[in-house]
Every structure is written in structure tokens, then in C-alpha cells.
């Protein structure tokens, strides 16, 4: 057993200090990137937010609302075999916008080269919940060898060996968190896990060496931990649970009383007794528990209000360090360490 004595911070753990800019309006700031990737050779340029593949918030509706920010929806396992939707969905609502994720099962992978081959999609990818497992890095090879040209994505670590690693086995985005989501309890339940912030800035060095490409996956409570993610080094910062309780959501919706107007919507895990009832693998053995929770969160009507508040956080946040695009963020950067209090409510 070994004890590492570096300390690890979350998003929580820190502020950006303000710097001289001169800068004058957030409007004149560009948060679009434009990337090249490592293996597929592809090119892609757009806000590089994602809105995570959860069966509430990773709806086509949502990728309709979200695409004309530029942004990406990464859709829900559970409609990876919409035929109409996705054909709708590539076709005309923009397909540099959208991403398909699945386990490795042979028949999800099946699934995501099949409809690879029909759309050239800008982004799909392998998510598991622990990418350090060898049957992982063997099921990127294989897709890598199936799609040369195709950007993948594949996760989740936390550290820098296994972020290599992937890149070097066919990744070229590599998606960065273990335990710090939202309605996520693998840290209470398992005692894994590593703070957020540290795992960013040490995945996305690792990356950055080898071409590589990150997203920083969950633990972003408000646009300003979205800022902290990206000054850390993150490429993309995919978020859920600031997009749940949005129309475009999938959850169920709550009311009280006799009024019509809801005011509430489930939002869960996709490690929850709440998931696994809905898509059939609900625990019939021992030793198979959930990770993840059932939640209600308020109901925010439109998705739009929201994200526009979340770019409007990242352009300002350029203003204060100087930054006159999101490329600069991380450069501007200096973080300084600060007690664990602030809030932690979404939106706010
Ligand atoms: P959030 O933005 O809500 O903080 O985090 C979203 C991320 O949490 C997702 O992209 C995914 O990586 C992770 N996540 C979603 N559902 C679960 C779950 O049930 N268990 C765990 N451990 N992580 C989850």
C-alpha cells in the first residue's frame, strides 16, 4: 500500500485571479476552437461543450436546442438504435454537433461503426465507467482499425499513464473523471476516485505531450467550474446535471397538487437502480450494486436561458484574465487556493 502526500484539488479548491486586460467587451471574446485529431486527422471547430450521453439529458431535442450554440450533444445508449431520429439528426440538424457513445459489447460497437459508416459523424466513442481495464483498450483497438478516419473518444481516467495509454492504443480524445458527477456515488460507495481539477491538468498535460485531446467529464456544478475546467487544460467539458430539469430533457416530470405547471423533473444516474430498472439490468445478483442516484431537480423550462448563461460566464471570465479567445484561457490562468465553501448549486 502506498500513500501519495501531493495534494489534489477539486474545482471547489480554487478561484482564477484577476489580471490586467485589456480586453473591453466579453462579445469581442472567441469561445469556439478549431481542433485537429491526433489519429483520426480529422478537423472540427465549435464550442467544445458536450452535453452528456445520460438517458435525461442526452435527447435529440436537446443536440436541436444545443446545436445552434455550436455545442454537442452526446446522445443517450438507449437511442443509439433510433433509426429515424438519427437520420434526422445527422441530416439536418447538423452533425458536427453530435456524438454516439456505447459500452464494448460487440453488438453496441456493431452499432456505432454502422452508423459511423452512414453519417461520418464528428465524434464517437467507448464510455465506461472504469476505462483501466484491458478488455477497454482492446476494444478501441479494434474500432480504431475498423475506423481510421473516424474521431473516438474513450473513457473514463483520471491519471496520466492511462491517458497515454489510450491515446496511443487509437484515442484521440480521452474522457477524464472518475467519481465526481453529480448523481454519481462511486466515491461514497467504492472510496475510488480523484479530485477533478488535479485530474484535468495531469490528464490533459499527458495528452497535450502526445496530441492528444481531453474532456473533462461531470463535477461542474456552475459555468464557473465550466471556466475552472477549461483553464485547467480541458479541450471539451461535458456537463449533465446544469442541462437536467430542461424541456428538452427526457426526465420524468413532477407536479404538486393540482397545479399543471411542473415543477420538478427525475434526473439519474446511468449506474442507478433507476437505469438499470429502465433498460433491464436490474440487480438480479450479489454482487451488483448501483453507483449512481435518483434526484429531483427544479423544472427550468428551455434549455437556451441556461446555456446561453454558461457561455456568457466562459467570455467573461476571458475578460478577467486577459484571454481574447478560448484558446488563451488556459495561459491566462493563475489559480489560487482557496477554502472548500463556495456554493455548489447549479446554475448559480
Ligand atoms: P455532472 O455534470 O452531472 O456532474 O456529471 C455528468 C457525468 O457523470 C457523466 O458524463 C458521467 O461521466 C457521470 N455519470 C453519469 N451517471 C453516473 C452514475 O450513475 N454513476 C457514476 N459513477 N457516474 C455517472
Not at 471570465?317 to 455548489?344: E, I, P, W
Request: hydrophobic share 40%; charged share 20%; with cysteine.
Amino acid at each position: 500500500m502506498l500513500i501519495s502526500e501531493d495534494v489534489k484539488l477539486d474545482y471547489s479548491d480554487v478561484l482564477i485571479r484577476p489580471k490586467r486586460s485589456t480586453l473591453k467587451t466579453r462579445a469581442s471574446v472567441d469561445i469556439e476552437r478549431r481542433y485537429c485529431f491526433r489519429n483520426s486527422k480529422r478537423e472540427w471547430s465549435g464550442v467544445p461543450i458536450m452535453a452528456a450521453n445520460m438517458d435525461t439529458v442526452g435527447t435529440f431535442k436537446m443536440h436541436e436546442a444545443l446545436a445552434q450554440f455550436h455545442v454537442t450533444t452526446c446522445i443517450a445508449k438507449a437511442l443509439n438504435t433510433e433509426e429515424d431520429w438519427w437520420k434526422i439528426a445527422y441530416k439536418e440538424k447538423g452533425r458536427e454537433y453530435i456524438a454516439i457513445m456505447a459500452g464494448i459489447s460487440d453488438e453496441e460497437m456493431n452499432r456505432v461503426v454502422e452508423v459511423w459508416n452512414s453519417t461520418r459523424m464528428s465524434f464517437i466513442g467507448i464510455d465506461v465507467a472504469n476505462g483501466y481495464t484491458i478488455a477497454v483498450v482492446d476494444a478501441l483497438k479494434k474500432l480504431r482499425d475498423k475506423l481510421p478516419q473516424a474521431t473516438i473518444v474513450c473513457g473514463n481516467v483520471v491519471t496520466a499513464d492511462m491517458t497515454a495509454e489510450l491515446i496511443l492504443a487509437g484515442a484521440d480524445i480521452v474522457k477524464v473523471g472518475v467519481g465526481p458527477g453529480s448523481v454519481c456515488t462511486t466515491r461514497v460507495k467504492t472510496g475510488i476516485g480523484y479530485p477533478q481539477l488535479s485530474a484535468v491538468i495531469e490528464c490533459a498535460d499527458a495528452a497535450h505531450g502526445l496530441g492528444g485531446h481531453i474532456i473533462a467529464d461531470g463535477g461542474c456544478n456552475n459555468s464557473g467550474d465550466v471556466v475552472k475546467a477549461f483553464a485547467a487544460g480541458a479541450d471539451f467539458v461535458m456537463i449533465g446535471g446544469m442541462l437536467a430539469g430542461h424541456e428538452e430533457c427526457a426526465g420524468e416530470l413532477v407536479f404538486e397538487d393540482d397545479n399543471p405547471e411542473p415543477i420538478g423533473m427525475q434526473f439519474y444516474g446511468m449506474a442507478s437502480e433507476t437505469a438499470m430498472e429502465k433498460h433491464g439490468k436490474l440487480i438480479t445478483n450479489e454482487y451488483r450494486g448501483s453507483e449512481g442516484k435518483t434526484v429531483t431537480v427544479p423544472y427550468r423550462g428551455p434549455v437556451k436561458p441556461t446555456i446561453v448563461d454558461i457561455l456568457s460566464g466562459l467570455r467573461s471570465a476571458c475578460t478577467y484574465v486577459g484571454a481574447s479567445n478560448l484558446k488563451q484561457l488556459s495561459k491566462c490562468t493563475t489559480f489560487v487556493r482557496v477554502n472548500n465553501t463556495h456554493n455548489t448549486i447549479y446554475g448559480v
